[in-house]
């Protein structure tokens, strides 16, 4: 996907989501706001800023994509199967007992997953140490980590927050996806998380904030030719959870709800999806 138009990118993210809202349906999981939210992000990614080749996923010299927010696993598999990480049929096996895709992403469950993730909070702390280790091995490549900004309550996330700008690893970018919502409320009101942005600031990271849904940006702030030597990136992408479909669109009910057949029918029209 490294050479896609930010058309044929749009494209893809309203499949993306069609798919995951499917998949949510068929296999009676929630977590379906948190996962659209952060669909265009990983578009953004894996459609021209990632180095990897879906038929050397395990190349030693490759780009890291770390989704610590696993409970939004839907919409990484979704886009590595789009990406060609794996068969599509895969897809169709999502949280069955004894597939592979189950809920949370397990290490290495498909090509393309990088670690096991879900229990938050422990997504940069690896990322962190993957950039360290590529540093030391001296390969060209970069790490990303997408985060969600409820698990920025996590006291491991400001201890890695710490360390990286400590360790000059200017190899390493973190998105946090802005949607305001944790799973019981608003974000700022179960933990004063705002000014965000001033937070990572204040870390010693390069921080932009940017429209979380709209790609063009967000591969213009992902671009490694913008870093600045010694400084990790920080890019706070502010969204919309439940994002596509306007009757889930910030509403936090679809952190659990699971969508009926009718749900998923309306969605695909609303996307444009047959």
Known sequence: MQNSTQNELKKMAAEIRGR?????????????????????????????????????PAAPDRDRCILSKGHAAPAQYAVLAKCGF????????????????????????????????????????????????????????????????????????????????AQRLETLAVIIDYNKWQATGRSDDVMSLAPLADKW???????????????????????????????????VAHTVKGKGVAFMEDDNNWHYRIPTADDVKAAHIELGLK
Not at 21 to 39: D, M, N, Q, Y
Not at 112 to 117: H, Y
Not at 210 to 231: C, M, Y
């Open 201 to 235: 600031k204040a870390f010693g990271w390069e921080t932009e904030e940017v429209d979380g849904h709209d790609i063009t940006a967000l591969q213009q702030a992902l671009d490694p030719a913008l870093g600045t030597a010694g400084r990790p990136r920080a890019i």
């Open 86 to 165: 794996f068969d599509d049929s895969v897809l169709s096996t999502y949280n069955q007992d004894g597939a592979v895709l189950a809920e949370h992403p397990g290490p290495g469950c498909v090509p393309g997953i990088e670690a096991a993730t879900g229990s938050l909070g422990h997504g940069l702390p690896l990322g962190v140490g993957m950039a360290l280790a590529t540093r030391l091995r001296k390969f060209d490549t970069r790490v990303y980590v997408v985060m969600s900004d409820g698990e920025c309550n996590e006291g491991s996330v400001w201890e890695a927050a710490m360390f990286a700008p």
């Open 20 to 56: 995951v809202i499917s998949l949510s349906h068929k296999a009676r999981t929630p977590h379906l706001g948190s996962s659209l939210s952060c669909v265009d992000i990983l578009v953004s990614l894996y459609g021209g800023i990632l180095k990897i080749d879906p038929t050397r």
